[in-house]
Structures are given as C-alpha cells and as structure tokens.
C-alpha cells in the first residue's frame, strides 16, 4: 500500500484558475510533512479512470483538486472496488473553484480543507449507490432530477467558469423553460406509487449544492440514511417567490 496522497487535478476547473494556484497550495502541504504526487485529467471522466487505476495500483489517499464533478468522478474510480477492502480517504481542495460538499462541514472553503489535510482529520461518510438500466453509479452528495438536475446541466455545460454566478444564471434561463414533471417515486412503508408532478426530486447526503443552496436541511453525511426532497406542485411565481428560501432550507416548509 502506498503512503502518498495523489491529488487528481482538474487544470480547468475555476475557468484555468485552479493550474495557477496548485503550487503554492502543494508547497504548504508538502512543508508539513504530506507526501503528494500529482495526476491531471485531460478529458471529462478522466478522474474516474485515474482513481481506479490509483486504487488498483495500492494508493488510499486522494486529494480531489477541483470541484464537485472531480470529486464525484474520484468516488466512482474507488467504488465499488473499494467495497469491504481497505476505507479510501478523500480529501477535498476547492483551488479556483467552489465546492457545496465541504460547506456541509465549513464555509471557510480552501482554508479549512488545507487545515484538515494538515492535521490529518478525517471523519468517515455514507457512499451511496444508484443502480439504473445502464450500471451503477456512486456518490457523495446529491442525486436530482427535474429543475435541480437542468440547472446544474445547464451551468456545467455553458457557466462553468463563473462560480456561484453560473448557477444564478442557470436558475433564471430554467425559468423560462419552466415545466413540472411526473416523477413516479415510492419508498418504504408506501401503499402506493406518488405520480403526481412536481418540480423537482432530490436524494441528499450531504445539505448543500449550487455552491451555497441548503436543498436538503436535514442531511447528515454519516447517518445512513438518505434525505429526498420533493417540491411542488408549485408555479414559476411560487419558484420565485420561494428561490431565497433554497439558501437557508425553509423551502422544505412550502
């Protein structure tokens, strides 16, 4: 088993910012005694592949340097090899770029992360699996389908260099396509299926997402358990309306 960490590095998460202040943070890290090696992505899913060749190949500590994609992508490179076999340990370095999972536990950003790898604290957290017609795959934090899921495709694909504004603007471009829509969800202790419209449907282990939105207020990421919110029915005047609600977990009163 090797002793290093391997920081996998997305060079364009933050618009190019995260390349420009990697060195300086590996220096601070590397001064306190942390052994590092570096590998960078050069394509979407590169992450995935370079964790599961990392895992194969005896590392058990990863840096995710990037933001919730480059993480997402690392757990889905450990998992399901990392089942019932040695705990990985990720940590997180949001350099450039913001990173909802880490506000679950601070909103100091790359200052706590740097902290924590420094003083080697780590607490454990829920790995949770979606198996689906294609295969399987694994996360950390939130799982959406709806208006949550169009908005994070949309800043993705169009604002991903903008930070937290992305989301803003990808919030108000859904709007104007607004559409609820039947999800058909049943769960434990359900007579029946819910077929009813609505706006969104999440399955939460971590609280944050889109940098600073509480979607799930109640979500523990070491409970075993999943939070799923369900929004609506409800109107483009009541979404909103009911937008600044997201930011403190009120919404979940509507």
């Given amino acids: 088993m090797r ?8 060079p364009a998460a933050g618009g190019g910012r995260t390349r420009k202040l990697l060195v300086p943070a590996l220096d601070r890290l590397r001064e306190a005694g942390l052994r590092v090696e570096i590998r960078e992505t050069l394509a979407l899913g590169h992450a995935t592949e370079i964790a599961r ?9 990863f840096i995710s340097v990037g933001g919730d994609g480059t993480s997402y992508e690392i757990v889905n490179g450990l998992f399901p090899q990392a089942d019932g076999a ?4 990720l940590a997180f370095l949001p350099l450039g770029t913001g990173n909802s999972f880490l506000r679950d536990f601070s909103d ?3 200052e706590y992360a740097m902290e924590s790898l420094v003083s080697q604290k780590s607490r454990k957290c829920d790995v949770l699996r979606l198996r689906h017609q294609d295969g399987v795959l694994h996360y950390i934090n939130i799982l959406s389908i709806g208006f949550s899921a169009d908005v994070a495709t949309l800043r993705a694909r169009r604002f991903s260099a903008w930070g937290e504004l992305g989301y803003q603007a990808s919030i108000f471009i859904c709007l104007a396509r607004f559409r609820r829509r039947p999800f058909p969800l049943i769960a434990d202790g359900w007579k029946g299926v819910d077929r009813r419209p609505c706006l969104f449907l999440t399955f939460s282990n971590s609280k944050y997402t889109g940098g600073t939105m509480m979607v799930a207020p109640g979500a523990e ?3 075993g358990l999943i939070e799923y919110v369900r929004w609506g029915p409800i109107g483009r005047i009541g979404l909103i309306h009911n937008l600044p609600r997201l930011y403190d977990g009120t919404h979940t009163q509507h």
């Fill in 53 to 61: 060749q990392a895992w194969a190949d005896g590392y058990r500590k």
């Fill in 3 to 10: 002793d290093a960490y391997l920081a996998i590095v997305n």
């Fill in 221 to 223: 990421t070491d409970d």
């Fill in 108 to 110: 100091q950003g790359v």
């Fill in 86 to 89: 040695d705990i990985p340990t």
